[in-house]
């Protein structure tokens, strides 16, 4: 972002609440751009002994596996994200039991992850238009390539504690 997109006038740097951040030179206009992060949804669910995960089609990590999750869409509350994105990845359609985490991943990523816990309600699992596959993975088999630290993290998580799996069922 180089321009403002309010007036077009170029944006510098100013220090604002303690913070530099990127603001309009035009003294007559306001637009601060205060580059929140963006909410993004990552659900573990529980399958046949294992847990799901998708294969990505899209970059970044084309071909690496990751939980199925994304983006939040305006006026989208985070559960109704959280089963829309499943049900577009993997074909589940999933009641979601609990918000099991909320991380920042940091390093230049402006996100905030928020790992729900779902269970199954019907749906066949196969992979949607953006993922190449979608499986239930047990321990003992889970692909090398988890994508995401944050990702790999709640994984390994789920598996280290039989009560997600529970609370899940
Ligand atoms: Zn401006």
């Known amino acids: 972002m180089k321009n403002c997109p309010h007036c077009s006038q170029i944006l510098i740097f100013i220090e604002i609440g303690g913070r530099e951040r990127l603001a309009c030179e035009n003294r007559h206009c306001d637009f601060v751009h205060w580059d929140n992060p963006k909410p993004v949804t990552a659900t573990l669910i529980p399958l046949d002994g294992g847990l799901v995960l998708v294969e990505r089609k899209f970059e970044p990590f084309v071909g690496d596996w990751c939980l199925p999750g994304g983006f ?15 049900f577009e990845e993997t074909g589940l359609e999933v009641e979601i039991k609990q918000l099991v985490g909320a991380s920042a991943p940091g390093r230049g990523i402006n996100v905030i992850i928020l790992f729900y816990l779902a269970t199954p309600v019907g749906g066949l699992l196969a992979p949607g238009d953006d993922a190449s596959d979608a499986r ?34």
């Open 72 to 86: 939040i869409e305006a006026h989208e509350s985070p559960e109704e994200s959280a089963r829309r994105e499943v």
């Open 136 to 169: 239930a993975f047990r321990q003992e088999a889970l692909p090398p390539n988890i994508c995401f630290d944050l990702h790999r993290k709640m994984v390994r998580e789920f598996f280290g504690n039989p009560n997600m799996s529970l609370a899940a069922s």
